[in-house]
């Protein structure tokens, strides 16, 4: 068997290509040595020369810092880059845009990001060279198996954004009539009837809560009560977090081989075997039932769930849709969550904002009913939840993109080809919004009392407020969490009273990279109280007339 020098070379460690005599003695005594030795010792020579020559090649490119920006470090701790990122995410960010007046980037485990200004917002929000799915395809291992989700999203970029914008919003109507429907069944099961003061994890509370509403809207009645894809859709989303951070903490030329013993990522290929069994038996059950009606001369049921409103925006396209349902649920759920658990610990905290929530809910029921008409009158709520995104965000940084091909800003800002970035938020400047450290429940109803435009409503976005993405790119399931929102903190403001709790004196707030998320063991005090109105629907949704 012979070898290439060129191959022998990593091995070597040193060039056989000179005139050194050293180097010649010692490549033909490692040719000798290899060509004596047994096949499968040669067979991992070379492949450890393969092996040690990649990692070189990647830790040189793609891992490497970008030139022509500077690199952001916790100031004072004498870290590397790379460490002061894994050590403080949003610290090494903030450092960043103290010491520097415009872009810079950090080192994270999976390569460069650029940080840019806020000033950058408005004009990067829908470039053409700039794609928002791909700028995570790396983070999250899109390639590997039991991120199908994640996958998903990349191989159909179309799919679930023209299936929320095409089907889902303009059936809001329906939409609510059904989230009304499941609130009023989950609540009391989740929450109880306790009428004494008692203390509740909340976050997990609402975790199920929020997975049965958002479950009945994507897969139906039944699927949304099926305890195995309850706790799919629970878990799915921090063991594919968790799975993804451990395999960025790994050598990455070991990942294709460490996934497939990492306990997260077992999880999550287990979660997709499960979930096909679910989401398939139940496609092919609609499938069947439809040709048997029409055969019958007969109308199908009408459509009012996410499942079958994909299938008809996919047509003849061939589409994964248990990855496609993972998809919508690893961008949901645990959103969602957070936000009715935050919007809840500032009603707790606020307390005096808690009976006029009441009071609006109450006199907007009584003057339209449950309808989508309903949850735009609720105006106060609107304005209460934005205020409390914007002082509790997802993040300080947003707007992630990846660069497609090389881009010139108007200020002459050059962003190369394959670099990821993000951009600064603002939301507690005082040049922006007044008193910005102060929660004021009705800004941003002044604020939209005050103006003919719709730049203020919870849904909206804008170069001041992201946290929802801003341009093309915006979170197109933004108008189903609110409504989600809106029903759930209706349900739960006039059955039970909030309080905080004072044995609760672990941080409510903790970081995961860049990312701000309440603790998950964060409690709260909650009693039942008779609610003034009744808010329940009591009717089957299907069977109601809604636009």
């Known amino acids: 068997m012979s070898y290439d020098k060129n191959l022998l070379e990593p091995v070597l460690g040193a060039s056989i290509n000179g005139t050194s005599n050293a180097y010649s003695n010692a490549y033909s005594n490692a040719r000798i040595l290899l060509e004596s030795a047994p096949l499968t010792f040669q067979a991992f020579a070379f492949g450890a020369s393969l092996l040690i020559g990649y990692y070189i090649w990647a830790t ?5 810092a970008l030139s022509g920006f500077p690199i952001a470090t916790l100031p004072g701790k004498g870290l590397k880059p790379k460490e002061s990122y894994v050590a403080d995410a949003s610290g090494t960010i903030a450092a960043g845009l103290e010491a520097f007046s415009g872009p810079f980037q950090i080192l994270t485990n999976t390569g460069p990001k650029i940080v840019l200004p806020h000033k950058y917002a408005g004009e990067i929000k829908s470039r053409p060279e700039l794609d928002f799915n791909e700028a995570f395809r790396k983070d999250f291992f899109a390639h590997y198996p ?5 996958r998903a999203s990349l191989d159909h970029p179309l799919l679930i954004p023209q299936t929320l914008r095409l089907k889902l919003t303009p059936n809001m109507g329906l939409v609510t009539n059904h989230l009304v429907d499941e609130a009023s069944v989950a609540l009391h099961e989740l929450y109880g009837e306790d009428p004494k003061w008692h203390s509740i994890a909340v976050k997990q509370h609402n975790l199920n809560f929020i997975a049965r509403l958002s479950s009945r809207i994507f897969l139906g009645k039944e699927i949304c009560r099926n305890e195995r894809w309850l706790e799919i859709a629970k878990n799915h989303t ?3 977090f968790l799975a993804a951070r451990d395999l960025r ?10 996934h497939r013993y990492m306990p997260h990522n077992i999880n999550i290929q287990q979660h997709y075997t499960d979930a096909s069994k679910i989401i398939s038996t139940e496609v092919e059950r609609r499938r069947i039932r439809a040709k048997t009606l029409l055969a019958a001369g007969q109308k199908p049921p009408r459509v009012s769930d996410a499942i079958g409103w994909m299938v008809e925006v996919a047509g003849e396209e061939k589409v994964d849709y248990v990855a496609s349902q993972l998809s919508l649920t690893v961008a949901s759920i645990h959103a969602t969550t957070e936000a009715l658990t935050i919007a809840l610990l500032d009603i707790a905290t606020y307390p005096k904002i808690a009976a006029e929530l009441r009071q609006e809910v109450i006199e907007v029921l009584k003057s339209d009913g449950w309808s989508k008409q309903a949850l735009y009158n609720l105006k106060l709520m609107d304005s209460f939840l934005k205020e409390s995104q914007r002082l509790h965000p997802p993040s300080d940084v947003t707007l992630n993109r990846m660069v497609m091909r090389n881009l010139e800003l108007s200020d002459g800002m050059r962003l190369p080809k394959g670099a990821r970035i993000m951009v600064q938020s ?3 400047d005082p040049d922006i919004y007044k008193n910005p450290n102060d929660f004021d429940a009705r800004r941003f109803l002044d604020l939209r009392n005050s103006s003919s435009n719709n730049a203020n409503q919870y849904v909206s976005t804008s170069s001041e407020m ?4 801003h341009g093309k790119h915006a979170c197109p399931g933004r108008f189903l969490a609110s409504s989600e929102l809106k029903v759930a903190l209706s349900h739960m403001l006039l059955k039970y009273d909030w309080k905080l709790d004072p044995s609760d004196t672990m941080p409510k707030f903790f970081d995961n990279e860049t990312a701000h998320m309440t603790n998950p063991g964060l409690k709260l005090m909650m009693r039942r109280r008779k609610e003034e109105i009744n808010v329940d629907l009591g009717v089957d949704p299907d069977l109601l007339d809604v636009e």
């Not at 903490?249 to 460490?258: C, D, G, K, N, T």
């Open 466 to 469: 992201f946290a929802f993405g």
């Open 60 to 64: 040189l490119t793609s891992d490497r």
């Open 249 to 258: 903490a790994q050598p990455f030329f070991l990942r294709r081989i460490m």
């Open 146 to 150: 039991g991120f199908d989700g994640f």
């Open 238 to 240: 921090v063991d594919s």
């Open 426 to 428: 603002k939301l507690r």
